[in-house]
T-cell receptor, first 117, second 113 residues
């Protein structure tokens, strides 16, 4: 079974600075997707960024980028120029890409990010 | 708005009662997922549908839980004989296909007294 581990229950960053959230995962599959989801307080979860395991290039979405290390099974999220609106719970998630396999997302426990003005 | 909607947003019930939640996916999304999220944890998968077919169920889904998606549109999740351990946020998500993003609804927060 796949597992996702987020070792930082809480992180804080000063506005306009950069923060990196860590995620490791365990799988025996070779093809999969990795995601970072953001869950603001009392609001619904939204996708921040996604990475296909077969792509060597790290995904980037505006101020959000990932460092995907397949051999190390590591998938960290870097938030540059942090904004107050970035404050939220961040969840790392895994999904198999195997056709006919499970479509479920497997989530880590989350990291609560606080942005200080 | 064409996002995923869930009803009710909050439900308080007494132990032993039955509860039913509804999820309306984004129009034309053929896949619908249910997750449960307890305090301090990430969401855990419960079950998912492709159109009206229930294709996967988690071992978390005990016999007291049942989900349906008649006609491949909205879905209901029923919990019979609720227990205090069922208190959680129940999240619904939908997607257009296997390779597409899962869009989440706001969730239904269940409190069992």
């Amino acid at each position: 079974a796949q597992t996702v581990t987020q070792s930082q229950p809480e992180m804080s960053v000063q506005e306009a600075e950069t923060v990196t959230l860590s995620c490791t995962y365990d799988t025996s599959e070779s093809d999969y997707y990795l995601f970072w989801y953001k869950q603001p307080p009392s609001r619904q979860m939204i996708l921040v960024i996604r990475q296909e395991a077969y792509k060597q290039q790290n995904a980037t979405e505006n101020r959000f980028s990932v460092n995907f290390q397949k051999a190390a099974k590591s998938f960290s999220l870097k938030i540059s120029d942090s904004q107050l609106g970035d404050a939220a719970m961040y969840f790392c998630a895994y999904r198999s890409a195997f056709q006919g396999g499970s479509e479920k997302l497997v989530f880590g426990k989350g990291t609560k990010l606080t942005v200080n003005p | 708005d064409t996002g995923v909607s869930q009803d009710p947003r909050h439900k308080i019930t007494k132990r032993g009662q039955n509860v039913t939640f509804r999820c309306d996916p984004i129009s034309e999304h053929n896949r619908l997922y249910w997750y449960r999220q307890t305090l301090g944890q990430g969401p855990e998968f419960l079950t998912y549908f492709q159109n009206e077919a229930q294709l996967e169920k988690s071992r978390l889904l005990s016999d007291r839980f049942s989900a349906e998606r008649p006609k491949g549109s909205f879905s209901t999740l029923e919990i019979q004989r609720t227990e205090q351990g069922d208190s959680a946020m129940y999240l619904c998500a939908s997607s257009l296909g296997l390779l597409n993003e899962q869009f989440f609804g706001p969730g239904t927060r269940l409190t069992v007294l």
